[in-house]
């Protein structure tokens, strides 16, 4: 898996070039606005419910001494949480809305890199957006089920710091499982597609890792994100499609 985890993050290198080449920047306007709405809106809403989930974590404390500090350390989980909680939203939001503008962008890629037109199964702007709504929301119930226990074991001593590099993961996984099924989309059925990336999980962990990463860099973060992790998604992805097509 760790192999295949450094093919996911090794693939963001050509992404620039590649889209380029083939023209791909004009398919990527409305995603990019999506991206950039969807920060703002869940942005706002983040900075307005932190301090509510702090005080809700502070009632915990019932003792009057150390009082102020539990408030502090409430403060700060209850940022933590919603920059979490955020950032789950933010990516499958945006993946399941842009999945209409996307596929085009993956078909182009694989036909560039196979070297012929192949025939594989086609949808329309509503199917695709509905498999978009479909994957992104159960990828989202399971991310939720997977990130609740994992932040709680974050209040254990010791083990407590396992807790952001195993919720990082998660987010990394889910991400890179969205950037890959717009080219599965055109291949696989919705169970298919599952256990696709679940076999090749470690490559949907390396692209999600740049994803999220790329999520802390301001302004150019939530603009490059779609563009450059479905590129990278796309290319690795029809490679283990068709192993003998490789360029």
Request: zero cysteines; a positive charge.
């Amino acid at each position: 898996m760790f192999k295949n985890i450094i093919k996911g993050l090794r693939a963001y290198g050509g992404t620039f070039n590649l889209i380029n080449q083939l023209g791909l920047w004009k398919y990527f306007g409305i995603p990019i606005l999506i991206s950039i709405l969807t920060a703002v809106v869940i942005g706002f809403t983040a900075y307005g419910f932190s301090d509510n989930i702090g005080s809700l974590i502070s009632k915990a404390w019932i003792w009057e001494w150390g009082s102020e500090t539990f408030r502090t350390i409430s403060d700060i989980l209850g940022g933590i949480m919603i920059v979490a909680l955020g950032l789950i939203l933010y990516k499958h939001i945006i993946m399941a809305l842009s999945a209409p503008f996307m596929s085009p962008v993956s078909e182009k890629i694989e036909a560039h890199i196979t070297g012929i037109q192949h025939e594989h199964r086609k949808t329309s702007f509503g199917a695709q957006l509905w498999r978009g709504i479909k994957v992104n929301g159960r990828n989202l119930i399971m991310e939720l089920f997977l990130s609740i226990p994992i932040f709680i074991i974050g209040f254990i001593p010791i083990v407590g710091f396992i807790s952001s590099v195993l919720l990082f993961l998660v987010q990394s996984y889910y991400a890179g499982f969205g950037n890959m099924d717009y080219t599965l989309e055109r291949h696989f059925g919705y169970r298919k597609s599952v256990r696709f990336v679940s076999d090749h999980r470690g490559l949907a962990i390396g692209n999600g890792m740049v994803f999220i990463l790329m999520l802390f860099v301001p302004v150019l973060g939530i603009i490059f994100v779609l563009p450059l992790s479905v590129t990278a998604a796309t290319t690795e992805t029809v490679k283990i499609l068709y192993p003998s097509e490789k360029k």
